[in-house]
């Protein structure tokens, strides 16, 4: 008497992948190409619901638009606070300039 329990194959992800796009294109039956492989239905289905799965969750993750640059970057405090005294510093030396050329345009015009 023959044992028909079959052995369990461990296939890579790329070799599952592989058999669902011949079965896709459609090159020779689905049939043909499971009993190649000695596989079940059962293991063609189970190799579609988590393609499409993982589908799904990659598509999920991705988002439309420019990517961010620096998005998520952690800086130090005090890194932080020399920026923000160095952006006033700015903020102030531009505010003069302004001032500046304000009273520069008004004797240029003629006021």
């Known amino acids: 008497m023959q044992n028909s329990i079959r052995k369990r194959r461990v296939l890579p992800a790329e070799k599952k992948y592989a058999i669902l796009e011949e079965i896709r294109q459609n090159n020779?039956?689905?049939?043909?190409?499971?009993r190649r492989?000695?596989?079940y239905s059962a293991d063609v289905?189970?190799?579609?619901e988590i393609a499409r799965e993982g589908a799904?969750?990659?598509?999920?993750l991705s988002r439309p638009g420019r990517k961010k640059k620096g998005h998520g970057e952690e800086v130090a405090f005090e890194a932080h606070e020399s920026l923000k005294r160095e952006l006033q510093r700015k903020e102030k030396a531009l505010a003069?300039?302004?001032?500046?050329?304000?009273?520069?345009?008004?004797?240029v015009d003629g006021e």
Do not use: C, D, H, V
Request: without cysteine.
């Open 96 to 107: 003069e300039l302004a001032i500046e050329f304000t009273i520069l345009k008004k004797k």
């Open 45 to 48: 289905q189970r190799f579609e």
């Open 37 to 39: 492989e000695g596989l």
């Open 28 to 34: 020779g039956t689905k049939s043909e190409i499971m």
């Open 56 to 60: 799904i969750k990659a598509l999920g």
